[in-house]
């Protein structure tokens, strides 16, 4: 087993907790597993596997009901217990390196409600507001919602997850020539740092264009039962 790929399981791990808490839901970490019993937050899983075993953990077996899990070694199969393929992706990791970059957008780590608002809002475009991020997580200081603004308007951003031995970065939108900057951004966050995530195509191709080489594949099950 490739150990970057542990390292960017927990620390993705860490960032749907955070969430999930923010939501006032129950959630825990067990050895090889972070599990929410509890109902999810929109776009964010259950679970979130840390090893890879592939015997299903009793904390899942157990589980019933609506359930998401993100499988970060594609190693279960957990279509006995009812659960289907919702989608595979790749891990991705980028050693601790400079980046180029050549924007003159304006980078900075949010600070307050109203302008966490205005990310959430330019981070689902056109799609209807979610109220997915609460203000709570402004409070978290190993994570960071990280904008690019151009006139006051965010037209860029990501989300930024520092742990011991990695930075997370999801949560990427705005134009493909603000990628870099946005990098440079997390990197800022957690100097010295490798930087980790996971991507589908085609991000997955822009990600590997600005030095991220893939790790390996992990999947993610959904079970809906109604």
């Known amino acids: 087993m490739d150990e970057r790929i542990a390292l960017a399981a927990r ?6 907790d955070a969430v999930t808490r923010s939501w006032g839901e129950p959630c825990r970490f067990e050895a090889e597993l972070w599990i929410n019993p509890g109902e999810a937050p ?38 006995p217990h009812g659960y289907e393929p ?12 400079p980046v180029q970059q050549s924007d003159s957008a304006r980078w900075r780590v ?20 979610l109220d997915l991020f609460r203000p709570s997580l402004l409070d978290e200081p ?21 742990s011991a031995a990695v930075v997370g970065l999801s949560n990427l939108f705005g134009p493909d020539d603000l990628a870099a900057g946005c990098l440079a951004a997390v990197q800022d966050f957690a100097p010295g740092l490798p930087v980790a995530g996971y991507d589908q195509e085609p991000a997955l191709a822009l990600m590997k264009s600005l030095g991220f080489q893939e790790l390996g594949p992990l999947r993610v099950w959904l079970r809906a039962t109604g």
């Not at 949010?110 to 507001?129: F, T």
């Open 11 to 16: 620390n993705n791990a860490e960032w749907c």
């Open 42 to 79: 929109p776009f964010y899983p259950n679970a979130v596997t840390l090893g890879p075993g592939e015997q299903v953990p009793p904390a899942i077996a157990a589980a019933r009901g609506d359930f998401a899990i993100k499988d970060s070694f594609a190693a279960l199969d957990l279509s």
């Open 86 to 97: 919702l989608f595979d992706a790749t891990w991705i990791w980028r050693d601790p390196q």
């Open 110 to 129: 949010l600070r307050d409600a109203a302008s966490l608002a205005r990310w959430e809002e330019a981070w689902r475009g056109d799609e209807p507001p």
């Open 142 to 162: 190993g994570h960071a919602f990280i904008a690019a603004e151009v006139g006051g308007r965010i037209v860029a951003g990501c989300v930024a997850s520092r």
